[in-house]
């Protein structure tokens, strides 16, 4: 499986993003897509997941502000980013999980807030 991320860049605090993701190669095998973060300094952290069976799960830091969804025919996950904060500022990775829950990590897109 390959991850294809985009739509990352620099926005003032208040403003909003959307990431995407697409997955390639063996698709149809995933069970779980979703994000993590990493800000400089601090470690790896989940954002959102979205299983295929419909259990969504949000970082506590983003419940209310971010959205997570899915595009099973485009084997596409979105995060719908609002009300952003400095603090959200990381990068951002795309996951996947498949069948016998190995994951697959995308390369990463930049977030950044400015104040």
């Known amino acids: 499986v390959q991850l294809q991320a985009s739509g990352g860049g620099l926005v003032q605090a208040g403003g909003s993003l959307r990431l995407s993701c697409t997955a390639s190669?063996?698709?149809?095998?995933?069970?779980?897509m979703g994000w993590y973060r990493q800000a400089p300094g601090k470690e790896r952290e989940l954002v959102a997941t979205?299983?295929?069976?419909?259990?969504?799960n949000y970082a506590d830091s983003v419940k209310g502000r971010f959205t997570i969804s899915r595009d099973n025919a485009k084997s596409t996950t979105y995060l719908q980013m609002n009300s952003l904060k400095p603090e959200d500022t990381a990068v951002y990775y795309c996951?996947?999980?498949?069948?016998?829950?190995?994951?697959?990590w995308g390369q990463g897109t930049q977030v950044t807030v400015s104040s």
């Open positions: 996951v996947a999980d498949n069948r016998i829950a190995r994951r697959y």
């Open positions: 190669g063996d698709r149809f095998r995933i069970t779980l």
């Open positions: 979205f299983a295929i069976g419909g259990t969504i």
